[in-house]
C-alpha cells in the first residue's frame, strides 16, 4: 500500500501547514493523572528533543496539561522553535485542583485560554488550535465564533475542532474553516464512549467526512483502549512482523486513511523509539483486510 508520509493541514488556505505524518502528543509528560509536574522531569525533556530530531515536527498540547506543564517543558527544551515546527494546542478545558476536567469554553474564558498558551509557549500566534468540546455542546457555536474572531486578530493561524460528531462538524463548517478535528480514533475504538465522566467521540463516519472535506483527523487515545483489549488480530499481526502491538496499531491508523495524523504519546523515551519505528512497517492489503 502506498502510505503518504506527510499531511497538509489547511490546504485550500493561504497558510497550508505540511507536517510529517506522525505527530507526538505531549499528555502523558505530565504527572499522575495528567496533572503537575512529570515524575521523571529530564526524560521528558529529553523526549521532545529526540521527537524533533526524529523528524517529528508536530506537537499537541494544551494549557490545562499539568497545569501548564507541557506547555512550558516544549519551551524549555525546544525554544526558539525551528521554522518547521508545528505547535497544536487545545482550549475549551481547565482543571479543578482536585484534578476534575470542567468546561472553560466562554468566549472570555477561551481568550484567556489563547493568551495563555501565547506566554507560556513564547508564540505570537498558536499555528493551530483545537475548541474542545467539554460537557455538552451549548457554548460550541457561540464559542467557535469567538475562536474565529482572534483569527481574524491574529492570535491564531488555524481552528479545529476536539471531540466532536459528525453532525457538529458539519455545524462547524457553515461558520467558517476547519483545518483539523481531534477526536478518539483507533483500531479498537470508533464509536463514543465515556473519558473522565464526558462523552468522547470517535467514529469511522466522522473520518469519512473529513476525508470527503479534505481536513486532518488527529486521533487521540489510539494505544490506551487499543492495547488494552488486546485484539487477537492486532496480536497475530504483530507476531508476523516481530514487532509490538502498539506498533501495528500505529501502523494501522498510517494505512488506514491518508487523513489520519496519529499523535501517540507516552512518557517513555524507550517507548517512543518504539512507536517512531512504526513508520516502517509496511502493511500489505491482505494485513488491512485481516485487521478490519
Given at each position: 500500500m502506498n502510505v503518504p508520509a506527510t499531511i497538509t493541514i489547511a490546504s485550500k488556505s493561504k497558510n497550508p501547514l505540511t507536517v510529517n505524518r506522525l505527530g507526538y502528543g505531549t499528555m502523558r509528560l505530565t504527572g499522575e493523572g495528567i496533572y503537575g509536574e512529570p515524575p521523571n522531569r529530564p526524560e521528558a525533556l529529553q523526549i521532545l528533543k529526540r521527537a524533533v530530531q526524529s523528524g517529528v515536527n508536530f506537537l499537541d498540547t494544551a494549557d490545562y496539561y499539568g497545569n501548564d506543564v507541557t506547555n512550558r517543558l516544549i519551551a524549555?527544551?525546544?525554544?526558539?522553535?525551528?521554522?518547521?515546527?508545528?505547535?497544536?494546542?487545545?482550549?475549551?478545558?481547565?482543571?479543578?485542583?482536585?484534578?476534575?476536567?470542567?468546561?472553560?469554553?466562554?468566549?472570555?474564558?477561551?481568550?484567556?485560554?489563547?493568551?495563555?498558551?501565547?506566554?507560556?509557549?513564547?508564540?505570537?500566534?498558536?499555528?493551530?488550535?483545537?475548541?474542545?468540546?467539554?460537557?455538552?455542546?451549548?457554548?460550541?457555536?457561540?464559542?467557535?465564533?469567538?475562536?474565529?474572531?482572534?483569527?481574524?486578530?491574529?492570535?491564531?493561524?488555524?481552528?479545529?475542532?476536539?471531540?466532536?460528531?459528525?453532525?457538529?462538524?458539519?455545524?462547524?463548517?457553515?461558520?467558517?474553516?476547519?483545518?483539523?478535528?481531534?477526536?478518539?480514533?483507533?483500531?479498537?475504538?470508533?464509536?463514543?464512549?465515556?473519558?473522565?465522566?464526558?462523552?468522547?467521540?470517535?467514529?469511522?463516519?466522522?473520518?469519512?467526512?473529513?476525508?470527503?472535506?479534505?481536513?486532518?483527523?488527529?486521533?487521540?487515545?489510539?494505544?490506551?483502549?487499543?492495547?488494552?483489549?488486546?485484539?487477537?488480530?492486532?496480536?497475530?499481526?504483530?507476531q508476523k512482523y516481530h514487532v509490538s502491538e502498539a506498533q501495528i496499531n500505529i501502523a494501522w491508523l498510517l494505512h488506514k486513511s491518508p487523513w489520519l495524523l496519529p499523535i501517540p504519546g507516552t512518557s517513555s523515551l524507550k517507548h517512543f523509539e518504539e512507536n517512531m519505528k512504526a513508520v516502517e512497517i509496511k502493511l500489505t492489503d491482505e494485513d488491512m483486510l485481516f485487521l478490519e
Open positions: 524549555e527544551s525546544l525554544y526558539p522553535y525551528s521554522k518547521d515546527l508545528v505547535i497544536c494546542t487545545k482550549v475549551g478545558a481547565t482543571r479543578k485542583p482536585d484534578k476534575s476536567w470542567i468546561p472553560f469554553n466562554k468566549p472570555e474564558n477561551l481568550r484567556t485560554s489563547i493568551e495563555n498558551n501565547l506566554r507560556t509557549l513564547k508564540i505570537d500566534q498558536v499555528q493551530l488550535v483545537h475548541l474542545r468540546s467539554m460537557g455538552g455542546l451549548s457554548n460550541f457555536e457561540e464559542g467557535l465564533e469567538a475562536m474565529f474572531t482572534m483569527q481574524q486578530e491574529g492570535k491564531i493561524l488555524h481552528v479545529g475542532i476536539s471531540n466532536v460528531t459528525a453532525k457538529d462538524l458539519e455545524t462547524a463548517l457553515t461558520m467558517g474553516s476547519i483545518a483539523t478535528v481531534e477526536n478518539m480514533y483507533g483500531h479498537a475504538q470508533r464509536t463514543t464512549l465515556k473519558q473522565h465522566g464526558m462523552e468522547t467521540h470517535g467514529g469511522d463516519e466522522l473520518l469519512a467526512l473529513c476525508e470527503q472535506n479534505e481536513i486532518p483527523l488527529i486521533p487521540f487515545f489510539s494505544l490506551v483502549h487499543a492495547i488494552g483489549k488486546k485484539d487477537s488480530r492486532i496480536a497475530e499481526t504483530a
